[in-house]
């Protein structure tokens, strides 16, 4: 089945515990895409990567980090999380086609860091 | 830059109610047109698209025609059920140099009673 899988699905951190959040899909897509949901701001893209070792920000980067040492893989990464960083995160990904290609979204990684 | 602005939620209908959720846009040339639906506990799908001018996508009884002259690109279903019950988001593709991404609007709750 095509999909792209995120974990974990809940997470409860502390401030400044270095955490990274796994997203995989296994459709051969070369462009994945990590997006945070908050109430009342939508979907706001963290960071993108269009191929392997190929990787660029999004509208609110700071923060966070990301690879793309595989095509399968793309790790989001938290040094230092803070509590501005509770939110909800999608992993996405597509072939590089935008008009053609939709996004696939995984399930969710819902992050606490009190 | 590109914007997609969709109708503040939420919305609350009954059972076999009509519904439509507004959606317009803000972006350089004609981008793709998009309607992706959240139920609970779950990532974004794709609902629906359109790629051009006029186009009307449809999916699930649902159905949003691409309006260049106004921008826009409402989402309607002529008989909603329980099972709608779900975040509808409207999104774009942007494109900047040498890379595109969704944009999303804020998203609008619907909720459909029996």
């Known amino acids: 089945e095509a999909q792209v899988t995120q974990n974990p699905r809940y997470l409860i951190t502390v401030t400044g515990k270095k955490l990274t959040v796994t997203c995989s899909q296994n459709m051969n897509h070369e462009y994945m895409s990590w997006y945070r949901q908050d109430p009342g701001l939508g979907l706001r893209q963290i960071y993108y990567?269009?191929?392997?070792?190929?990787?660029d920000k999004g509208d609110v980067p700071e923060g966070y980090k990301v690879s793309r040492k595989e095509k399968r893989n793309f790790p989001l990464i938290l040094e230092s999380p803070s509590p501005n960083q509770t939110s909800l995160y999608f992993c996405?990904?597509?072939?590089?086609?935008?008009?053609?290609?939709?996004?696939?979204f995984g399930n969710g990684t819902r992050l606490t860091v009190t | 830059g590109d914007s997609v602005t969709q109708m503040e939620g939420p919305v609350t209908l009954s059972e076999e109610a009509f519904l439509t959720i507004n959606c317009t846009y803000t972006a350089t040339g004609y981008p793709s047109l998009f309607w992706y639906v959240q139920y609970p506990g779950e990532g974004l799908q794709l609902l629906l698209k359109?790629?051009?001018?006029?186009d009307k996508g449809s999916n699930k009884g649902f159905e949003a025609t691409y309006r260049k002259e106004t921008t826009s690109f409402h989402l309607e279903k002529g008989s909603v059920q329980v099972s709608d019950s779900a975040v509808y988001f409207c999104a774009l593709v942007s494109r900047k140099g040498g890379s595109e991404k969704l944009v999303f609007g804020k998203g609008t709750k619907l909720t459909v009673n029996p």
């Open positions: 996405a990904s597509s072939n590089r086609d935008g008009n053609n290609s939709p996004l696939h």
């Open positions: 990567s269009m191929n392997v070792e190929v990787t």
């Open positions: 359109a790629t051009k001018a006029d």
